[in-house]
Structure formats: C-alpha cells, structure tokens
C-alpha cells in the first residue's frame, strides 16, 4: 500500500503497527467538516492564484462528490491510509486523478485537523446549547404549575425550612443559565480558524487566511501558527462546561431518585423512563436517572484524559493530540443523550402535591417562623431562638407539631405569644411569606418566573 507521505521510507510498518497508528476508527465522524475545510481551502488557492481555475474546478467538483457520498455515509475509508484527512486525500485521487494531490499545497493536517475539530465543537456547543434552552423550557413551565406547592426544603438532607416546589425547581433552571453562558462564552474561542498555519510555521505561498476564515464562517483567526495548530484550550473548555453541566443533571437527578423512593413518594418517573428488576416484580427503578448521575463520570474523565494529554507537550503539533477526538465525541454523545432524556422525563413526571404537603404538615420545619415571631416582637433572636429550641424539644418529646402546642403554654414560655401565631406556623405562610428578593414567597417566586422567563428569550 502506497502511503500518501511513503517517499523517504525505505520499507512501511506492519498491518498491526499501522492500526496502532490509526485514528480512522473514530474521526471518521469528520468527514463533512473535513471535506468542507478542503473546499473552503481550495477557492483560497485558486483565488490566490496558487490553483489554476481549471485546477479548482475539477477539485472543487470531486470534493463535493465526497461530500454528498459522506454525507450519506457512503465513503468507505482505509485503516492503511491512518486518519479521515489522508482518507479523504486518497478518495479525491481516486475519483479525479493526480490533480487531487494539489489540494494539500500550503496545508498541513495539523492546521487540517484542528480546523476540522474547531468546525465540529463549534456546532456541537450550538446544538448543546439549544437542547439547554428546551431543558430550561420545560423546568419554567413545570415551576409555573407549582408556585403554591409546598415541599421540605433541605440543608444537611434534614427537614430546613418549607419552600415553594417551583422555586427547587428553579434553582436548576439558573444553574442552566449558568451553563448557557459558559458554552457561549468557550463558543468565542472555538469560532477560531487554524487554517493556513501549515504544519506549525505558516507557508511562503501567498495565501489569504481571512478568505477561509469567512468561507468557513469563523469569526476570527489565530495570529500565530504554532499556537493555531497546538491549542486543545477549546476542547478542554467544552469538556469542562460539559462536566458543570452533568453535575448539575446528576444532582437534580439524586433528588428524584430520592424523591421518588418508597420513603418520600414526592414523585413518580414516568413508566417510559424507568425499568423494572427482573427478579422483583414489584421494582419500579429509576434507571434514567442514575445513568444521568453515572454518566457524570465519564465526562469528568474525558476532562482528565484532555487535561492530561495536553500538559506536558512541546510546542508544536504532537501525535498525542490525535488522543483527543475520542473524549471530545464521547461528552458531545454524552451529554447531548442526557439532556435529551431528563428533558423527556421532567416532561412526564408526576408531582405527589399531596405527598408534599403531608410531609411539611408533619414536621418541625416552621421552627424558624416561631423564633422570628418573636424576634418581630422585639425579642432579639437568639433568645428566641433558645425558646423555640426548647419548644421544638417538648414537642418531640410529646409526639406533636408546632401547631398542636395551645396558646396557653406558647404564653408560659413567653408572653409575647398571642393566638396569631398559629397563622404564621402554617406551611403556606412560612413558604409564601418569605418574598425577600430571591426568596420562595410565592410572590417572589412569581417575580423569578417572569425574569425566568426574559432570561430564555434573551439567549
Ligand atoms: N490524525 C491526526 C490527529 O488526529 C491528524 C494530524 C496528523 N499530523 C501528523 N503530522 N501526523 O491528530
């Protein structure tokens, strides 16, 4: 088998020394950027005068041929012939003649493939963004159906203080946004075109790197060729907001995996998105959800595998780099599954309000409310805090909640208790009160909902 760079060899590696070398396994899945690079690449060469129009034509054809064949995933590729450019390169000679081994005057696959990988996370971080803003879609209007339902709220995984269901809810949509503006911004420096810095020193052909950079739609280029084709910052940085991201999928779905035990019953996943046990017939299991929380891991871990390639090479390309293709598709896969899943399993689950509200009705998470009532009265709150600790101990200790306790005993331990105290104990007060800017008083939460709502229509 000849290969393309064979002329100062004296003899070619074995067939399993070749596979070793091969990275067509897996960018294969850059044929069409790969292909679109080249044709971007051949106009800047015919209209800088290094191809002759005759030359372009019959180029430009037969990469489009290619083209349409990849796109249908008709090309067939060659492990003898190591990754997609040289594949590409080979197929082009094939289908045009030797003119085809013009295309790769001043160019290099190190500026070939960092242009392709920069084309491809630039798309995939648009679509990953895209499928956020769905996500968030369906969290606003799940959190519109419960401003009023009230559910424990946590801190420690003990009972805290009641909150608003649809402020929990939205606590995730903001962590989205958060993670919206993250893709956006790491988007600024992938929307950056290598091409034209050759193999690491540029090229005293007179090409024109403003040309491939518009055709190829980048709004920038890198101003130094040994940085152009040896930075992976724009990889590790998708690879990063991509790990914020699943940590967030991965805690929402601890929680609904919590939530929907025997023991809350806060929820129920829909049957579409849970699997049951093949031995115990009564198992209904959340699957989804905890592959979401597993699958955390194997994107913090291609963060790792970037990281660690990266940190200790000389400038400028090294064979190492074709190490990252295989992590950068696995999180775009990755995370582009989950985000899909959980947003169809958010679509279909089934909020237990009743659950909820049995819940705060049965607990002492209104402590809070009783100290503050007597701090609105003056009291300075620690000491209200003391009496509220030994109220919440009798009550215990008797198998009763703050409700239950009569007006006469609240005025033993102080006499600033009065009978309106049991209207700021219940749960919808202690919830739907606290309207502090941010806060999970119901009015607040619609104050959220409405910049919510603004927030999606502006990114
Ligand atoms: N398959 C290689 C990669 O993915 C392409 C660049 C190879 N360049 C080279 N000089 N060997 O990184």
């Known amino acids: 088998m000849t290969k393309l760079w064979g002329g100062r060899f004296e003899k070619h590696p074995e067939q399993w020394v070749d596979e070793f070398a091969a990275s067509i396994g897996f960018d294969q899945s850059l044929a069409v950027v790969d292909i679109t690079g080249s044709l971007a690449h051949a106009k800047m060469l015919y209209k800088c005068k290094i191809l002759t129009s005759e030359e372009y034509s019959v180029i430009e054809s037969g990469l489009l041929v290619l083209k349409k064949r990849a796109e249908n995933q008709e090309l067939i590729f060659k492990t003898e012939y190591e990754d997609i450019h040289l594949n590409i390169e080979k197929l082009l000679i094939e289908e045009i003649g030797p003119i085809g081994g013009k295309l790769h005057t001043a160019r290099s696959r190190n500026d070939q493939v960092a242009t392709d990988l920069h084309l491809h996370v630039k798309k995939q971080t648009l679509s990953v963004?895209?499928?956020i803003t769905s996500l968030q879609t369906?969290?606003?209007?799940?959190?519109?159906?419960?401003?009023?339902?009230i559910v424990p709220g946590y801190t420690h995984l003990q009972r805290a203080q009641p909150v608003s269901f649809a402020h929990h809810v939205m606590a995730y949509f903001w962590m989205l946004k958060r993670d919206k503006e993250r893709f956006t911004d790491s988007l600024k420096r992938t929307d950056i075109s290598p091409l034209g810095a050759g193999a690491l020193a540029g090229t005293t052909f007179p090409i024109d790197r403003k040309m491939?950079?518009?055709?190829?739609?980048?709004?920038d280029l890198y101003p130094n060729s040994l940085d152009a084709v040896s930075d992976r910052d724009f990889a590790i940085e998708f690879c990063s907001n991509a790990s914020?991201?699943?940590m967030h999928l991965s805690r929402f779905c601890e929680e609904l995996i919590l939530w929907s035990s025997q023991e809350f019953q806060f929820v129920e996943i829909s049957d579409s998105y849970s699997t049951g046990s093949s031995m115990m017939p009564q198992k209904k299991n959340p699957d989804m959800a905890e592959l979401i929380r597993g699958k955390s891991g194997r994107v913090y871990g291609s963060l790792m595998h970037l990281l660690t390639i990266m940190k200790g090479l000389p400038?400028?390309?090294n064979k190492d780099m074709q190490e990252d293709k295989e992590p950068v598709f696995d999180t775009i896969e990755t995370i582009t599954?989950?985000?899909?899943i959980f947003n169809g399993m958010m679509k279909e689950i089934t909020i237990n309000t009743g659950k909820m509200k049995e819940a705060v009705n049965k607990d002492y998470s209104n402590a809070t409310e009783l100290a503050d009532y007597l701090a609105k009265k003056g009291m300075p709150f620690r000491e209200a805090h003391e009496?509220?600790?030994?109220?919440v101990f009798s009550c215990i200790q008797k198998g009763i909640y703050l409700l239950d306790v009569p007006i006469e005993e609240y005025k033993a331990y102080s006499p600033l208790f009065e009978e309106d105290v049991y209207h700021d104990l219940l749960p919808e007060t202690a919830a739907g009160k606290r309207n502090s800017e941010g806060?999970?008083?119901?009015?607040a939460v619609r104050d959220q909902l409405k910049l919510a709502e603004e927030t999606l229509l502006e990114l």
């Open 129 to 131: 963004i895209s499928h």
């Open 138 to 149: 369906t969290l606003l209007k799940l959190a519109k159906q419960h401003v009023e339902t």
């Open 212 to 219: 491939t950079q518009d055709e190829l739609g980048f709004s």
């Open 244 to 246: 914020l991201l699943m």
């Open 315 to 317: 400038l400028a390309y």
């Open 337 to 340: 599954g989950c985000l899909s």
């Open 387 to 391: 009496i509220t600790g030994k109220v």
């Open 439 to 443: 806060g999970t008083g119901f009015d």
